[in-house]
T-cell receptor, first 112, second 107 residues
Framework: EAQVTQNPRYLITVTGKKLTVTCSQN?????MSWYRQDPGLGLRQIYY???????DKGDVPEGYKVSRKEKRNFPLILESPSPNQTSLYFC???????????FGPGTRLLVL | KNEVEQSPQNLTAQEGEFITINCSYS?????LHWLQQHPGGGIVSLFM???GKKKHGRLIATINIQEKHSSLHITASHPRDSAVYIC?????????FGKGTKLSVKP
């Protein structure tokens, strides 16, 4: 089944404790993105990647890192999480910029 | 000023009603996506369109590039259509998301 998977789906952590949210797609898509969704603000892009080893900042990259060492994986790293990073996070992929985007199931993160 | 405006923000309808959700945007775009976010949080892409009209089942999406406006219509609405509908124009390769329209269809 073609899909985008994220892990973990739910995470409670404390300020400053490094964490990684994994994202994997099995559709051989070139383009992958991370978004966060907050009440009243909608979805906002954190980082995106156009191919292996090619990443770029989105609208809200502060406090996040990403890597794209393999085409299928695009992990989101929070080196020192803070409470303002409490949010619902979505990974997404698409074959190219001009095509439909496929979303992962989301990761709910609470930073205490 | 938001680049993408959706209306209404909230919509309650009776089963069987015809639904219209509107999206206006201020930037130049190459295409526009309509997304559906289920109550559980998952997001699926309903349509991607760059001109005219697309239909899928009871859902119809239209776009007028000159007027920078798109609409999503749902015919014969059903309680399972209850969700948040998000308009997302694509500008310079990236999606710009509206804040969504929360639709609740009552039986």
């Amino acid at each position: 089944e073609a899909q985008v998977t994220q892990n973990p789906r739910y995470l409670i952590t404390v300020t400053g404790k490094k964490l990684t949210v994994t994202c994997s797609q099995n559709m051989n898509h070139e383009y992958m993105s991370w978004y966060r969704q907050d009440p009243g603000l909608g979805l906002r892009q954190i980082y995106y990647s156009m191919n292996v080893e090619v990443t770029d900042k989105g609208d809200v990259p502060e406090g996040y890192k990403v890597s794209r060492k393999e085409k299928r994986n695009f992990p989101l790293i929070l080196e020192s999480p803070s409470p303002n990073q409490t949010s619902l996070y979505f990974c997404a992929s698409r074959p190219s910029l001009a095509e439909t985007q496929y979303f992962g199931p989301g990761t709910r993160l609470l930073v205490l | 000023k938001n680049e993408v405006e959706q209306s209404p923000q909230n919509l309650t309808a009776q089963e069987g009603e015809f639904i219209t959700i509107n999206c206006s945007y201020s930037v130049g775009i190459s295409a526009l996506h309509w997304l559906q976010q289920h109550p559980g949080g998952g997001i699926v892409s309903l349509f991607m369109l760059s001109s005219g009209k697309k239909k899928h089942g009871r859902l119809i999406a239209t776009i007028n590039i000159q007027e920078k406006h798109s609409s999503l219509h749902i015919t014969a609405s059903h309680p399972r259509d209850s969700a948040v509908y998000i308009c997302a124009p694509r500008s310079q390769g990236n999606l710009i998301f509206g804040k969504g329209t929360k639709l609740s269809v009552k039986p």
